[in-house]
């Protein structure tokens, strides 16, 4: 449980990414690329209780050390202990 933070699964949830009307970000965890993971991938990686944080990054702002390439759809980073 983080303070103040709340986390929703919205089934089917993409995100407008600059080269393409929708597009699904990339997904990192722990600084590994998994490429396009969906939520339930990441559950099945991670006990909830190991997560530390979460950065989410929009299209076009994302940092070159999280950003596959020219994706275009922006990046969600998790980090565990």
């Known amino acids: ?3 103040a933070s709340s986390v929703a699964y919205l089934p089917g949830a993409h ?3 600059v080269f393409a009307d929708r597009c699904t ?7 590994f690329h998994l490429g ?3 939520l ?4 099945l ?3 909830p209780e190991a997560l530390l944080g979460v950065e989410v ?3 076009g702002l994302v940092p070159p050390q999280v950003e596959p390439g020219m994706s275009g759809c922006g990046s969600r980073v ?3 202990q």
């Open 1 to 3: 449980m983080l303070p």
């Open 40 to 43: 339930t991938d990441i559950d």
């Open 25 to 31: 970000p990339a997904v990192y965890l722990n600084g």
């Open 15 to 17: 995100h407008d990414g």
């Open 36 to 38: 396009a993971a969906s």
């Open 78 to 80: 998790f980090w565990t």
């Open 45 to 47: 990686l991670m006990e």
């Open 57 to 59: 990054y929009a299209a």
